[in-house]
T-cell receptor
């Protein structure tokens, strides 16, 4: 069963606009973590933001914020004031499991294109 | 901080050759490293979890004898693709985690493997 679902294969946004990338997850664990990574065409995976399941406030990192709705099991990434350099693949991931066996499960990804 | 170095970044070799990929944590110790495989336009698929000083834990469907993993020190894990064939051509990327449950996995820049 798919544990991380990203329903937007591609998104096209005008420069300087805000964009929301959707992510829903499925887990029966009480303790888990949610991550967003950016993958440019060069291939490296760049960590953007983290949200813990017990965190009461939404995580923010500069232009990135995470809209965490626990009851709905969603963890959408919001990028404010988009820039041309934001064009990339974006992956939502979940870490679950006991302390020593934590693995990341990735969603299918969303390809974001910022238009000038 | 938390830099992961992966080498080589690109490999082209003949069918039947064995290829070794190195993953190093440069400024932290990692008892656990992860190896992923990514096909074009797809998500990252976890192949195995590499544990320092013990055997790797392979995901279902991943051939242990095909993808040999060695994690001999706290800063180095290697993946050897034995007797590589064209179907092994892919993007391989490693990650390492600082041993704190809230820390993200930090990724190397990946290795593009092409088997002729």
């Amino acid at each position: 069963a798919q544990k991380i679902t990203q329903t937007q294969p591609g998104m096209f946004v005008q420069e300087k606009e805000a964009v929301t990338l959707d992510c829903t997850y499925d887990t029966s664990d009480q303790s888990y973590g949610l991550f967003w990574y950016k993958q440019p065409s060069s291939g490296e995976m760049i960590f953007l933001i983290y949200q813990g399941s017990y965190d009461e406030q939404n995580a923010t990192e500069g232009r990135y914020s995470l809209n965490f709705q626990k009851a709905r099991k969603s963890a959408n990434l919001v990028i404010s004031a988009s820039q041309l350099g934001d064009s990339a693949m974006y992956f939502c991931a979940m870490r679950e499991g006991i302390q020593g066996a934590q693995k990341l499960v990735f969603g299918q990804g969303t390809r974001l294109t910022i238009n000038p | 901080g938390a830099v992961v170095s992966q080498h080589p970044s690109w490999v082209i070799c003949k069918s039947g050759t064995s290829v070794k990929i190195e993953c190093r944590s440069l400024d932290f110790q990692a008892t656990t490293m992860f190896w992923y495989r990514q096909f074009p336009k797809q998500s990252l698929m976890l192949m195995a979890t590499s544990n320092e000083g013990s055997k790797a834990t392979y995901e279902q469907g991943v051939e242990k004898d095909k993808f040999l993993i060695n994690h001999a020190s706290l800063t180095l894990s290697t993946l050897t693709v034995t007797s590589a064939h064209p179907e092994d051509s892919s993007f391989y990327i490693c990650s390492a985690r600082v041993d704190n449950s809230n820390q993200p996995q930090h990724f190397g820049d990946g290795t593009r493997l092409s088997i002729l």
